[in-house]
């Protein structure tokens, strides 16, 4: 019972986190920039999303490793899991219309993101532990 326990926040814990990242890239490429987000975009509405989604990355890793408890990397691992089945059905759906290298590129750098969110946590959990450093 322990370990179906464990499992159950495991996955609690990274479907959480996901759909905090979803919800963030909603708010960032459909309501800041309207959808308007595709390869011949303007530079400035490709680096508004580029910027929002290595936020939203981050936020969802760092929330993971946090929320992980002693297995903090277990849980990043659940949450890029998650990521992954997502960007799977949206290349094969293509459901945005873009290019694959296009798909892939959003995808690799949002689970590259949540990873290093994650490493945050993880380091900055590490230092809560520690208490303050003496001055």
């Known amino acids: 019972m322990k370990i179906f326990m464990a499992i159950l926040k495991l996955v609690a814990t990274g479907l959480f986190s996901y ?5 963030s890239q909603t708010l960032v490429l459909e309501v800041l920039l309207g959808g308007r987000t595709s390869p ?3 530079p400035t509405i490709l680096a508004i999303a580029g910027i929002g989604t290595v936020i939203s990355g981050l936020i969802g890793g760092y929330l993971a490793a946090r929320l992980g408890g002693a297995r903090p990397w277990l849980a990043i691992a659940a949450v890029v899991a ?3 089945a997502d960007a799977i059905y949206v290349v094969f759906n293509n459901v945005g219309g873009h290019p ?5 590129g959003g995808a690799l750098t949002l689970m590259l993101a949540t990873v290093a969110g994650g490493w945050i946590g993880i380091r900055r959990r590490d230092q809560d532990a520690l208490g303050p450093v003496p001055a």
């Open 19 to 23: 759909l905090v990242i979803a919800l």
């Open 100 to 104: 694959l290298w296009y798909e892939l």
């Open 82 to 84: 998650f990521l992954s």
């Open 40 to 42: 011949d975009s303007a």
